[in-house]
T-cell receptor, first 116, second 110 residues
Framework: DTGVSQNPRHKITKRGQNVTFRCDPI?????LYWYRQTLGQGPEFLTY????????KSRLLSDRFSAERPKGSFSTLEIQRTEQGDSAMYLC??????????????FGEGSWLTVV | RKEVEQDPGPFNVPEGATVAFNCTYS??????FFWYRQDCRKEPKLLMS???SGNEDGRFTAQLNRASQYISLLIRDSKLSDSATYLC???????????FGAGTILRVKS
């Protein structure tokens, strides 16, 4: 499968624990995005990387959240001291700029987080 | 006010019906527009891009009105398999992120 890969797909954790999600983008895609989606809402942007540089962060990304893409390939999203409000699906996406100036963004299947 | 607004529905239609979804966006700098489809508990998938001249892909037609900041999606001859949430999405010229609406739920019934 050459699509965007995310793991774990499901995570149940106790409030206060730390969790980490991993995303492997489509190879040669230099842009990587993290989104969060709760029930009944569309995906909300969290952060964006171009290669290894984190170029944009949403105000939604509190200081408990940190994302890295150390070698410009895979990325991790860590949530420290989880809260029940963090329960959501965390989506990773990747893209590459096309010659026409646009880009198609492809999503992974998401990582479901339940904080109990 | 949300940057992208959609009627959440649900739209319940019989097979074969024509159904239209509308979406408005607030950022006049938005330059790219899309419709994504999302099945229950799955990831969003690109359905089609939306161009100013309007574009069609089989049973699906998308329209953009920049003056009114309005996007539409028309589905003709609805199939049971069209049942999903349809997400209206915009991207600004200078931003790198997609901004999603909350989605419109479509249920096609036999």
């Amino acid at each position: 499968d050459t699509g965007v890969s995310q793991n774990p797909r499901h995570k149940i954790t106790k409030r206060g624990q730390n969790v980490t999600f991993r995303c492997d983008p489509i190879s040669e895609h230099n842009r990587l995005y993290w989104y969060r989606q709760t029930l009944g809402q569309g995906p909300e942007f969290l952060t964006y990387f171009q290669n290894e540089a984190q170029l944009e962060k949403s105000r939604l990304l509190s200081d408990r959240f940190s994302a890295e893409r150390p070698k410009g390939s895979f990325s991790t999203l860590e949530i420290q001291r989880t809260e029940q409000g963090d329960s959501a699906m965390y989506l990773c996406a990747s893209s590459t700029k096309t010659g026409l100036g646009g880009n198609t963004i492809y999503f992974g299947e998401g990582s479901w987080l339940t904080v109990v | 006010r949300k940057e992208v607004e959609q009627d959440p529905g649900p739209f319940n239609v019989p097979e074969g019906a024509t159904v239209a979804f509308n979406c408005t966006y607030s950022n006049s700098a938005s330059q790219s527009f899309f419709w994504y489809r999302q099945d229950c508990r799955k990831e969003p998938k690109l359905l089609m891009s939306v161009y100013s001249s309007g574009n069609e892909d089989g049973r699906f037609t998308a329209q953009l009105n920049r003056a009114s900041q309005y996007i539409s999606l028309l589905i003709r001859d609805s199939k049971l398999s069209d049942s999903a949430t349809y997400l209206c999405v915009v991207k600004s010229e200078y931003g790198n992120k997609l901004v999603f609406g909350a989605g419109t739920i479509l249920r096609v019934k036999s």
